[in-house]
């Protein structure tokens, strides 16, 4: 079936460090991938989406770029602040939302 | 804009007790999901309406939970009866169209925890 696999957390980097967290996907077709984040005592916020292949989507610095080859869609930052501590989920749709299990990212000062 | 409004924020209840939880998606948005989140866990869908429509009820465990959206706006989810391992944040959600390519706007979920 169709699934998202990320990176166990929590990943804890210090202020302006780059940041990858890795996800990889399960499906059959196409489907259109997202990164969405939740910051402490709030609520799921879309961060970024691709649609198809080898596209590149961004937001607020972060980037992921659609791989197919390598069914990934690995979020980047390149200069990480405080205020980015949250949990990540990579999530995926093919009819449905399919989420992964989470990341946790604490940035320290 | 206002936000998905979720009612209560928290809730405590003993197994076997029943529980309902509401929720008020932003205005005109059409589709609106129930998804449960189990701590260190990503969220699952346990339900999709289009207006008041069931899409995908696949994944909600029928036995015990329900759910319903009169008049295709505001949802109520109910459990009866509660388990222990119904233990979790029950997230609502909502967007203007049913084909996840579309922003799905969360609200802040309901925190569930069965004694």
């Known amino acids: 079936g169709n699934s998202v696999t990320q990176m166990e957390g929590p990943v804890t980097l210090s202020e302006e460090a780059f940041l990858t967290i890795n996800c990889t996907y399960t499906a059959t077709g196409y489907p259109s991938l997202f990164w969405y984040v939740q910051y402490p005592g709030e609520g799921l916020q879309l961060l970024l989406k691709a649609t198809k292949a080898d596209d590149k989507g961004s937001n607020k610095g972060f980037e992921a770029t659609y791989r197919k080859e390598t069914t990934s869609f690995h979020l980047e930052k390149g200069s990480v602040q405080v205020s980015d501590s949250a949990v990540y989920f990579c999530a995926l749709f093919t009819g449905k939302l399919i989420f992964g299990q989470g990341t946790t990212l604490q940035v320290k000062p | 804009e206002a936000g998905v409004a979720q009612s209560p924020r928290y809730k405590i209840i003993e197994k076997r007790q029943s529980v309902a939880f509401w929720c008020n998606p932003i205005?005109?948005?059409?589709?609106l999901y129930w998804y449960q989140q189990i701590l260190g866990q990503g969220p699952k869908l346990l339900i999709q309406f289009q207006n008041n429509g069931v899409v995908d009820d696949s994944q909600l465990p029928k036995d015990r939970f329900s759910a319903e959206r009169l008049k295709g706006v505001d949802s109520t989810l109910k459990i009866q009866p509660a388990k222990l391992e119904d233990s979790a944040v029950y997230l609502c959600?909502?967007?203007?169209?049913?084909?996840?390519?579309?922003?799905?706007?969360f609200g802040s979920g309901t925190q569930l925890s069965v004694l």
């Open positions: 959600a909502s967007s203007l169209a049913r084909d996840g390519n579309e922003k799905l706007f």
């Open positions: 205005s005109g948005h059409a589709t």
